[in-house]
């Protein structure tokens, strides 16, 4: 089984729905965080958290929001979808300051 | 603030090719740098991780070295196959809170 899972893996929505991505982690890991990635921009930061009752915002944290309701899991939503929040969404997690970070498999969100 | 950039964006080459991948990074006050990669709409996978006091790591046909005074890390892939074929993406962690940091990726193709 994967260490790093997320939900779902595809999902297409329309303009103003909440959508919630989830991810789960079986590492044991303290640090998740929730990555978009778009061609040509490479991969930018969303939220970040270092323990369950810890939450930081990254570098592009408007118009999304995020919980982490255990050590192992750590939602995203999207409060209004909308059409430039299409993009290939990543959790990842981490041990300690400075350890390996692991990736989840993504999910690939469509908002028409 | 950290900035990494990976050169070349794209490489084409032959099976069999020795290959050097480039990563550089603005401020050279790093914790670690890690290299990964990445298969079309798919996560990232990590392949070698470098600590700061490192100047190299090895895994198999692959080769990372670090040299931090100039802000500079390289992958050395030998002799390349094509199912060697993906994004190559390194990540610098920096800074009070060790968030890693990504450069966009050099996009490799392996042809037969």
């Known amino acids: 089984d994967a260490d790093v899972t997320q939900t779902p893996r595809n999902r297409i929505t329309k303009t103003g729905k909440r959508i919630m991505l989830e991810c789960s982690q079986t590492?044991?890991?303290?640090?998740m965080y929730w990555y978009r990635q778009d061609p040509g921009l490479g991969l930018r930061l969303i939220y970040y958290?270092?323990?369950?009752?810890?939450?930081n915002k990254g570098e592009i944290s408007d118009g999304y929001s995020v919980s982490r309701q255990a050590q192992a899991k750590f939602s995203l939503s999207l409060e209004s979808a909308i059409p430039n929040q299409t993009a290939l969404y990543f959790c990842?997690?981490?041990?300690?300051?400075?350890?390996?970070?692991?990736f989840g498999p993504g999910t690939r969100l469509t908002v028409t | 603030k950290q900035e990494v950039t990976q050169i070349p964006a794209a490489l084409s080459v032959p099976e069999g090719e020795n290959l050097v991948l480039n990563c550089s990074f603005t401020?050279?006050?790093?914790?670690?740098l890690q290299w990964f990669r990445q298969d079309p709409g798919k996560g990232l996978t990590s392949l070698l991780l470098i600590q700061s006091s490192q100047r190299e790591q090895t895994s198999g046909r692959l080769n990372a070295s670090l040299d931090k005074s100039s802000g500079r890390s390289t992958l050395y892939i030998a002799a390349s196959q094509p199912g060697d074929s993906a994004t190559y993406l390194c990540?610098?962690?920096?800074?009070?809170?060790?968030?890693?940091?990504f450069g966009r990726g050099t996009s490799l193709i392996v042809h037969p």
């Open positions: 958290s270092f323990d369950v009752k810890d939450i």
């Open positions: 590492k044991g890991h303290d640090r």
């Open positions: 990842a997690t981490s041990g300690d300051k400075g350890w390996e970070q692991y």
């Open positions: 401020d050279s006050a790093i914790y670690n």
């Open positions: 990540a610098v962690s920096s800074g009070g809170s060790y968030i890693p940091t």
